[in-house]
């Protein structure tokens, strides 16, 4: 039996599309219950693939998993400890929006087993929620964050978008500093990307908005890095600051390469070198499951050489930096000897810090961190 292994679903719902995401998510609520069903059937079909693994982590993402009520997820949450091996002390979390969370539905999905809850805050100034087409309010937040508490959740993260057009440094610091008054427990902050396919891509195109310069997305990163740093927050990954002993174990899953099952339109799934992903589309994926067959859109074996770049360029996104003996163990091969001039160039750079068991990006190099992927 292998631990360290997690389980991702996909719930592809939101009561309004956000202009900036590249999620898949629709919609049409009335597709909720059909989803849930052809889920139910998924998870039992893919029994097999969790053979010989124990589940350490369970993360419903999407989309908005708030949307379903206790009682659809209830029925999920019966089918999973059903078919697969979970660990009882497992992290289990749930992504949520402020807007659609209630006292009641928390503690529903509290009693059910989730004991790990994130919100996608965003930001807390009113504006800015506006700008980013939000359906929550600050206060949604503040209510749903004591109602998360006083649910027993003791675990709670939020997330902070930074880096967009209209946004301030005071702005952000002010979101950060009521993120750390309300106690949260874990913080992720990320840069808003301009990803071709959005709305705001288009307003970009047409030249209605403007992409902050690399500079100045940097500057947020140094902002978030010193107030939260100060507040006893470790920075264990690029866009992830978490108080001691709250580090997101689904997270690490990803960045260590290690596998995961996912279920849901669009989802990924890792496992055994093995990459392969669900059809982007409701509708196919119901169609499919109803005929018992899997959603499936593409599988690639990856060749060592992705494995690889992959191991390096999630490795370095890390805190704690590539493990140069774990990459012998892995690979077969010396890091140190292989990549000799792309090392060369990242401390002529200062982009690495180094010694004899780890190779990590500095604060320069984190802060140019996709820049650095294309040194190899
Ligand atoms: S709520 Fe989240 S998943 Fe839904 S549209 Fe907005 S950013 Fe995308």
């Known amino acids: 039996m292998t631990a360290g292994n997690g389980l991702y679903i996909h719930v592809p719902f939101c009561h309004a599309k956000c202009e900036y995401c590249d999620f898949y998510s629709i919609t049409l609520l009335d597709q909720i219950e059909d989803f849930v069903q052809a889920l139910l059937i998924e998870l ?4 097999p693939e969790g053979n010989g693994r124990q589940f350490d982590t369970i993360f419903m993402g999407g989309g908005t998993p708030s949307l379903l009520s206790p009682e659809q997820m209830g029925r999920i949450w019966k089918t999973l400890h059903q078919h697969y091996d979970i660990s ?3 992290e289990f979390s749930m992504e949520s929006n402020p807007g659609t969370l209630d006292a009641e539905k928390l503690v529903a999905f509290r009693s059910l087993g989730f004991n790990r809850i994130s919100m996608g805050v965003q930001s807390f100034n009113p504006a800015e929620l506006k700008f980013l087409g939000r359906i929550h309010s600050v206060e949604d937040v503040l209510e749903n964050f004591e109602n998360a508490r006083r649910a027993g959740f003791s675990n709670i993260n939020v997330d902070l978008m930074t880096a967009f057009p209209g946004i301030s440094e ?3 610091q002010y979101s950060l500093e009521t993120a750390l008054s309300l106690g949260t427990e874990h913080l992720s902050c990320y840069t808003l990307i301009f990803e071709p ?5 288009k307003r970009m195109q047409k030249g ?3 992409p902050l310069k690399e500079e100045e997305e940097a500057r947020y990163y140094e902002i978030a890095a010193r107030v939260l740093s100060a507040h006893g927050y470790e920075q264990y990954e690029i866009s992830n600051f978490a108080r001691p002993g709250y580090i997101c174990r689904h997270n690490l899953i990803y960045w260590q390469h290690r596998p995961y099952l996912g279920f849901g339109p669009s989802a990924h799934s890792f496992l055994d070198g093995e990459r392969s992903g669900n059809k982007r589309s409701l509708m196919a994926y119901v169609k499919e499951l109803r005929k018992r067959e899997l959603p499936r859109d593409f599988s690639e074996k ?3 050489k ?3 770049f992959e191991h390096i360029f999630l490795r370095l996104r890390l805190k704690e930096g590539l493990n140069l003996g774990e990459f012998r163990e892995q690979f077969g091969e010396d890091f140190r000897v292989v990549y000799a001039d792309v090392l060369d160039r990242l401390r002529n750079d200062q982009l690495i810090e180094e010694n004899d068991q780890f190779i990590r990006l500095s604060s320069r190099g984190w802060l140019l961190a996709d820049a650095v992927a294309a040194y190899f």
């Open 44 to 47: 039992e079909l893919r029994a």
């Open 88 to 90: 009882p002390a497992g």
């Open 170 to 172: 005071d702005s952000f």
């Open 197 to 201: 396919g959005t709305i705001l891509y």
């Open 208 to 210: 209605e908005v403007h």
């Open 302 to 304: 990856l060749s060592e």
């Open 306 to 308: 992705d494995l690889v």
